[in-house]
């Protein structure tokens, strides 16, 4: 169906870890065309304090690829949300994607305005959406928000706020293993159990749908379950010491494998009832992170 859209059926998310390919093979940006097929896309730059180059470096990117128009959206504040001209860069586009930044700026710019009624429209008529780094980050439901990277975690040092909850009971951390994230990651998982974190590399996306993801691009997706944690120090324990946990399970995904969500288990992998034990008490150092992103 032209349009990349299809009836009573929600399009898909491509979910990326930033840094994609833009000038090489294009992986990630093929995916996105296939998916707008010959359509309109909106190249959301929401995220962005300065958004100056953000628009023209993915025209430049997505030229050859087949997308028939890029128009830019971008709101400095909530109230360019009710601009009629703002809400007519949806009309008869196929997918949006959101550029990074800082995905606070995204949520709280946005959320439940007239521009995410769009965005939640056409995805429901099946269009794409797709988001890079702070763009990936805001697709959760609980959206990690700032933490120290390349370090164990230390209690108390993370920020989470709700995201635009495009998809659920999965908290997602991009930049993943360049920028040392794990140690994050088990933090908000130990916070969020019911919640599976989903640590992506850059130049690495999954491609969602149906309660299912396939991870294309040339890095790995880290899925971390506490499902069957059986102990965690995080409620108990002071201010500033490292997390523990016990029973945790961590699922290392890279191009062409896929992953159930509602299974909480890899596609191709019949389900297992126990786990081996792995005990993740974090320790070390390491350089203190950017808020953003």
Same mark, same amino acid.
């Given at each position: 169906?032209?349009?990349?859209?299809?009836? +009573?059926?929600?399009?898909?998310?491509?979910?990326?870890?930033?840094?994609?390919?833009?000038?090489?093979?294009?992986?990630?940006?093929?995916?996105?065309?296939?998916?707008?097929?010959?359509?309109?896309?909106? $190249?959301?730059?929401?995220?962005?304090?300065?958004?100056?180059?953000?628009?023209?470096?993915?025209?430049?990117?997505?030229?050859?690829?087949?997308?028939?128009?890029?128009?830019?959206?971008?709101?400095?504040?909530?109230?360019?949300?009710?601009?009629?001209?703002?809400?007519?860069?949806?009309?008869?586009?196929?997918?949006?994607?959101?550029?990074?930044?800082?995905?606070?700026? #995204?949520?709280?710019? $946005?959320?439940?305005?007239?521009?995410?009624?769009?965005?939640?429209?056409?995805?429901?008529?099946?269009?794409?959406?797709?988001?890079?780094?702070?763009?990936?980050?805001?697709?959760?439901?609980?959206?990690?928000?700032?933490?120290?990277?390349?370090?164990?975690?230390?209690?108390?040092?993370?920020?989470?706020?709700?995201?635009?909850?495009?998809?659920?009971?999965? #908290? #997602?951390?991009?930049?993943?293993?360049?920028?040392?994230?794990?140690?994050?990651?088990?933090?908000?998982?130990?916070?969020?159990?019911?919640?599976?974190? $989903?640590?992506?590399?850059?130049?690495?996306?999954?491609?969602?749908?149906?309660?299912?993801?396939?991870?294309?691009?040339?890095?790995?997706?880290?899925?971390?379950?506490?499902?069957?944690?059986?102990?965690? +120090?995080?409620?108990?324990?002071?201010?500033?010491?490292?997390?523990?946990?016990?029973? #945790?399970?961590?699922?290392?995904?890279?191009?062409?494998?896929?992953?159930?969500?509602?299974?909480?288990?890899?596609?191709?992998?019949?389900?297992?009832?126990?786990?081996?034990?792995?005990?993740?008490?974090?320790?070390?150092?390491?350089?203190?992170?950017?808020?953003?992103?």
């Amino acid at each position: 169906m032209r349009h990349g859209t299809r009836k +009573n059926a929600k399009g898909p998310l491509i979910i990326i870890g930033g840094g994609e390919d833009k000038e090489g093979d294009r992986t990630i940006l093929r995916e996105v065309a296939k998916h707008v097929n010959g359509g309109k896309l909106v $190249i959301a730059t929401v995220a962005s304090h300065e958004p100056e180059g953000y628009f023209d470096a993915y025209q430049r990117a997505f030229e050859g690829l087949g997308v028939s128009e890029l128009v830019e959206l971008y709101v400095k504040d909530r109230a360019e949300t009710l601009d009629p001209d703002k809400l007519h860069c949806f009309d008869g586009a196929a997918g949006v994607f959101f550029s990074g930044g800082d995905q606070l700026r #995204i949520s709280s710019q $946005i959320g439940d305005t007239p521009v995410e009624q769009r965005v939640r429209e056409l995805h429901e008529r099946g269009g794409l959406l797709a988001g890079t780094s702070a763009g990936a980050s805001v697709m959760s439901e609980t959206m990690l928000v700032k933490g120290k990277s390349g370090e164990s975690y230390k209690i108390g040092d993370l920020h989470m706020a709700p995201g635009l909850g495009l998809v659920r009971d999965m #908290i #997602i951390d991009q930049h993943f293993a360049e920028r040392g994230r794990f140690g994050r990651l088990f933090g908000a998982v130990a916070h969020n159990p019911r919640e599976l974190g $989903i640590g992506i590399d850059e130049d690495t996306a999954l491609v969602f749908e149906n309660e299912r993801f396939e991870v294309i691009g040339t890095g790995c997706v880290y899925v971390v379950d506490g499902a069957g944690v059986t102990h965690s +120090n995080i409620a108990e324990a002071e201010p500033e010491r490292s997390l523990s946990m016990y029973d #945790i399970r961590l699922h290392v995904l890279s191009a062409g494998n896929a992953f159930n969500v509602a299974k909480r288990r890899p596609a191709e992998v019949p389900d297992v009832q126990k786990s081996h034990a792995i005990e993740v008490h974090v320790t070390g150092s390491g350089a203190e992170e950017d808020p953003a992103a």
